[in-house]
């Protein structure tokens, strides 16, 4: 069951533009969302999250934005550096069971 | 402070052969979880502990696949026998608290490197 979707498998975007990644849920249990990052041969890492009672956190170059009536959520990374260039995954978690989407690779280019 | 800690790295074998894959997480943390991912899909949990008991083994093909944690620090996944469609990195974490979500911390799971299997 796909209960975290991540719908585009790659992006790409210039160096200092701004990157978009997306994120869609069907289980409205799930009340936590985090973004992690992922280089190849590395375990994912921790980027970051938002309560499902807040629509939006910043830290730093990256912001997550939740809509809870769409079920959709988005990571936002001003200005997109080439040391971003990994594999994203959405999170969600509801009760400490967490789920995944696919991962979105994204490559930002000099 | 030391990170997950996950062995062997890179593991082929013939199907039907047993593995095992061994993970010590995070000092400290309570809850540890064993993840499949699958090339192209994102990590799926196969079992979470918390301390020496097992919280979530729902999605445990349990007729090959076992896990232990047994003092409740370091914990051994094991699959026998393997099938080709088990071929995927194995992610172990750890958090602090697992049962809530996280919702008094970040929600953070720390990740170890991965164990990649390969089934011929």
């Known amino acids: 069951d796909q209960q975290v979707k991540q719908n585009s498998p790659s992006l790409s975007v210039q160096e200092g533009r701004i990157s978009i990644l997306n994120c869609d849920y069907t289980n409205s249990m799930f009340d936590y969302f985090l973004w992690y990052k992922k280089y190849p041969a590395e375990g994912p890492t921790f980027l970051i999250s938002i309560s499902s009672i807040k629509d939006k956190n910043e830290d730093g170059r990256f912001t997550v934005f939740l809509n809870k009536s769409a079920k959709h959520l988005s990571l936002h990374i001003v200005p997109s550096q080439p040391g971003d260039s990994a594999v994203y995954f959405c999170a969600a978690s509801a009760a400490g069971d967490m789920r995944f989407g696919a991962g979105t690779r994204l490559t930002v280019k000099p | 402070e030391a990170g997950v800690a996950q062995s062997p790295r890179y593991k082929i074998i013939e199907k039907r052969q047993s593995v095992a894959f061994w993970c010590n997480p995070i000092?400290?943390?309570?809850?540890l979880y064993w993840y499949q991912q699958i090339l192209g899909q994102g990590p799926k949990l196969l079992i979470q502990f918390q301390n020496n008991g097992v919280v979530d083994d729902s999605q445990l093909p349990k007729d090959r696949f076992s896990a232990e944690r047994l003092k409740g620090v370091d914990s051994t996944l094991k699959i026998q026998p393997a099938k080709l469609e088990d071929s995927a990195v194995y992610l172990c974490?750890?958090?602090?608290?697992?049962?809530?979500?996280?919702?008094?911390?970040?929600?953070?799971?720390?990740f170890g490197e991965g164990s990649r299997l390969t089934v011929l």
């Open positions: 974490a750890s958090s602090l608290d697992g049962t809530s979500g996280g919702l008094t911390n970040t929600g953070e799971l720390f």
């Open positions: 000092s400290g943390h309570a809850t």
